[in-house]
């Protein structure tokens, strides 16, 4: 049974950090390209960073030195340092591996606030 399972997420006030994790089960892995969306109120979900099987990554325009995507393949888990956050980061996010088939995990909120 494919899983992914997203945590870190929080309150946090402008200016300060989250890491969030995704751990994967049931496909491997290692072959998949990962990555990280977010959905914000009323908006369509959007690609924030990709992590790709070879260890390239490719950020949104509205994250770039701020966010940092990784991966642990050995743990079959990925990262998403998030700093310097701002109201503008507040929304779900949600885990995605992705081949020829994609997977999706449950989310987990975030929410920049002072």
């Known amino acids: 049974q494919v899983q992914l399972v997203e945590s870190g997420g929080g309150l946090v006030q402008p200016g300060g950090s989250l890491r969030l994790s995704c751990v994967a089960s049931?496909?491997?892995?290692?072959?998949?390209?990962m990555a990280w969306y977010r959905q914000a109120p009323g908006k369509q979900r959007e690609l924030v960073a990709t992590?790709?099987?070879?260890?390239?990554?490719n950020y949104a325009d509205s994250v770039k030195d701020r966010f940092t995507i990784s991966r642990d393949d050995a743990k079959y888990t990925v990262y998403l340092q998030m700093n310097n956050l701002s109201p503008e980061d507040t929304g779900v996010y949600y885990c995605?591996?992705?081949?020829?088939?994609?997977?999706w995990g449950q989310g987990t909120q975030v929410t920049v606030s002072s």
């Open positions: 995605n591996a992705a081949r020829f088939d994609s997977f």
């Open positions: 049931g496909f491997r892995f290692t072959v998949y390209n």
């Open positions: 992590i790709f099987s070879w260890g390239d990554t």
